[in-house]
């Protein structure tokens, strides 16, 4: 009986989706190439049906077990298409990449993690093994959508092979202890003068009114980019990356703001205004120390203000936070920016033999794009993974069936709310979280972005991992006191003598 009842939802689910596709109203035009007509028919009511267009993937997988093929079959149903999808676990992904790239086995479409993941393969890209496709994007009417910028970021030698997966370009910003703020007379920090006074009333001024000199203003952890530091350096006007200072491409860490912010930290440290471990501290300890009571500040995506709610109010139901997405510094307002990117498609020549046959897989992503399937691969079916309130989606709250049977196809995403506006958002049970939402929105007005993300050079790809390393422990030494500045001077020229320079000469030379 229970199969029943599941066959019957899902035959009424597919009914609506079918129905939902037929009002879109340009499918059957000739000039759209993702219609009937430009793959080859008439796109009349006599025309028999094509076949479906046989396309494999491979993609990225989180989840222990491989997902239902629900939500597959009615993107197959909607878009005239046999998926053969290999989900492949995070853990071994590149791995399985390159072996397939190795064998000639690879995919008609793969998925490739992440920017880093982009580079390794920049010399086969280069090499002419993979389609171009910036010529063939404006063609179709949602792919064309995409940001220009944005694929401008993912270029390899000044042309486009990849659609991309849109990321936030900042969601960067502070979170704090609204209820100590208040308690202290504190409204949020607009300036950096402000935000160090405010971490100093937190340690000494006993926020919480417990009577006890314990508690912190900043947790931080192991973490250059994506904790306090980097975000802390935009505020004091590092460049994100590399900047230009007279007329030349230099890294970050040879520009006065980046030694002005290790100063920053190093005074908190001193002062005992920050976790006194931060270089070795994880994020999850990170974390525990603001959720229970010990730190004040979180530096870090504003996003993260839901589940650190919910951990605060676990220990103190009165808890309760608010953000700050804008600091001012010495030379104004700024956040620094990813390259708007997160897993890109590549389009192997080993598997599709053909323009013809790339056009039609840039017809079906550009399918993949519309409102209705946008929205099913996004948050799934509704009345089944979610439900839809005052034009808001409210998620199944059984995380475990959507963690299953939806977020696994989300890697089928192209674009993102931007290319997408009708692509549905989630109510918000927290105030604080739909600020942040908003937060992240803003910080695209004040963005510092990296002059790099379009370059080249050899040494960086082969060797930047490497040599970062050095500049990160230097960095962690200066801040901890076990260097001074002419000790991380040093480390500078070690950093140039090991291969630096040739980095900077040859993102001068690609400019």
Known sequence: MRKKQKSVMMAAALSIVLMAGCGTGNEGNANNPSSPAANGGSGTATDKPAAPFKLSLMLNLHEPEVPSDKIEKLIEQKTNTELSIQWVPDGSYDDKINASFATGSLPQAVQLKNAASLTMFRDAIKDGQFWEVGHLIDQYPNLAKLNKD???????????????????????GIIFRKDWADNLGLSAPKNIDELYAMLKAFKENDPDKNGKNDTIGLTDRSDLIFGAFKTVSSYFGTPNNWGEKDGKLLPEFMFQEYIDTMNFFKKLHEEGLINQDFPVTSKTDQQNLFASGKAGMYIGALGDVQSLSDKVKDVNPAGELDLQNRIEGPKGTGIWSTAGYGTVYLFPKS????EEELKQILAFFDKL??????????????????????GKVVPNEDTKLTNREVKPYQSLQVGGQST????????????????????ILDNESILINDPTTSLESVTFIEQGVRLQEQIKNATYQYMMGDIDEAGFQKAVDKWLKDGGQKIIDEFNAAG
């Open 150 to 172: 944005v694929l401008n970021n993912t270029s390899v030698g000044g042309k486009i092979y990849s659609l991309y997966r849109e990321v936030a370009l900042s969601r960067q």
């Open 420 to 439: 997408i506006p009708e692509l549905l958002d989630p109510e918000f049970q927290l105030p604080v979280k739909a600020k942040s939402e908003e937060m």
């Open 351 to 354: 598997a599709v033999k053909s």
């Open 369 to 390: 794009m519309t409102p209705e399937l946008a929205n099913l691969i996004y948050w799934g079916i509704e009345g089944e993974h979610h439900t839809i309130n005052n």
